[in-house]
């Protein structure tokens, strides 16, 4: 049976938006290590090896959008697909603590089967996706730990990441401002800038709008609670989307 790396919702939708999502799986292929990082379940249910409820939100924002969403099938302690092909950082060996035994002694065949089989199937589809519908605004999907490392807790309930092209970026962190009841990471808790990811790769260098947006994992924990965010983002995505292409 062949391994399929990433899964796509709706195809056939007709949207300006195309959704990814990254982290979606904490899912390890058998060929790697015989299907185990040799993490501990714990570890493996963590943020660490996946965005904890985002490929939910995600898919729950396709449908409400009419948007079709493509996520991946790995874990990104596999290979982060949210990286350049030379990040150091594509493989980790120890994450937020965890030491990942995999990862340890990794060789460079190993890596690239990883891109082979993995990393780079994604992008192209992600890629092949977004030259078939014309350009579409990129809209990627992730989550992130309420406290990372044993830093203080994160205040940010949603949060827009961006580089340099804040064409939509900036109207939507004003929208999701505007009603006062939510606190907004700007660039928070991560810098949008990070040559090679994915925004870079498949919106940035191309001229494409596009939102990176992520929701404190413990805010969509459940599917109601990744339906109930869809709802209320959805709305708010469009009328910045309305501004920033008019």
Not at 139 to 153: E, K, M, N, Y
Request: a negative charge.
């Amino acid at each position: 049976m062949i391994y399929q790396p990433f899964f796509i919702d709706g195809a056939d939708r007709q949207s300006p938006w195309l959704i990814t999502c990254d982290h979606a799986s904490n899912t390890v292929p058998d060929f790697v290590n015989g299907g185990t990082l040799g993490l501990s379940e714990p570890d493996m249910t963590r943020h660490i090896a996946y965005d904890v409820g985002a490929a939910g939100l995600a898919m729950a924002l396709g449908e409400v959008l009419g948007a079709p969403v493509i996520r991946s099938n790995f874990s990104r302690l596999v290979i982060d697909p949210n990286r350049g092909e030379d990040d150091p950082t594509q493989i980790m060996k120890i994450y937020d603590g965890s030491i990942v035994p995999a990862n340890r002694h990794v060789t460079r065949d190993q890596i690239e089967e990883r891109k082979a089989r993995l990393y780079r199937p994604y992008h192209e589809a992600l890629e092949a996706m977004a030259v078939e519908r014309g350009d579409p605004t990129i809209l990627a999907i992730h989550s992130f730990t309420p406290q990372f490392a044993g830093r203080p807790p994160r205040p940010w309930e949603v949060a827009v990441l961006y580089a340099a092209d804040t064409r939509l970026a900036r109207p939507l962190i004003e929208r999701l401002e505007a009603p006062g009841d939510l606190c907004v990471g700007d660039n928070e808790p991560y810098s949008g800038h990070l040559p090679g990811d994915s925004i870079d790769r498949h919106a940035l260098t191309q001229g494409r709008l596009n939102a990176l947006v992520e929701l404190r994992n413990d805010l969509i924990a459940t599917p109601e609670a990744q339906r109930a965010w869809a709802l209320r983002l959805a709305p708010i995505l469009d009328a910045a989307l309305a501004e920033a292409h008019p």
